[in-house]
Nanobody
Framework: QVQLVESGGGLVQAGGSLRLSCTAS????????SGWYRQAPGAQRELVAK???????NYADSVKGRFTISRDNSKNTVYLQMTSLKPEDTAVYLC???????????WGQGTQVTVSS
């Protein structure tokens, strides 16, 4: 059974940094397109950053220049480095991966990020 497990969330002051990790089991991330999404209370889930199997990245305008998505193939892990955090970044952050052949989408359980002002 495929599993995506996120870690690295927590409470941080505005201006601080966090690094989120998403580690997969029974799924090789370098063959997928992976992304980080977030969902704040009462809000829709939104795409934060995405990395394709070829390593191309794209970001939501709200996080450009502050967040960086990357992948370590040797650890089968996708990261989201978040800097200059703002209170509006507070949300549950979820990792997902989409396979190329079957277009199946897998989601992690999410990790809470809270940024205090």
């Amino acid at each position: 059974q495929v599993q995506l497990v996120e870690s690295g969330g927590g409470l941080v002051q505005a201006g601080g940094s966090l690094r989120l990790s998403c580690t997969a089991s029974r799924l090789t991330l370098r063959f997928t397109d992976s992304g980080w999404y977030r969902q704040a209370p009462g809000a829709q889930r939104e795409l934060v950053a995405k990395i394709t199997s070829s390593g191309n990245t794209n970001y939501a305008d709200s996080v450009k220049g502050r967040f960086t998505i990357s992948r370590d193939n040797s650890k089968n892990t996708v990261y989201l480095q978040m800097t200059s955090l703002k209170p509006e970044d507070t949300a549950v952050y979820l990792c997902n991966s989409e396979t190329h052949v079957s277009r199946r989408i897998y989601w992690g359980q999410g990790t809470q990020v809270t940024v205090s002002s």
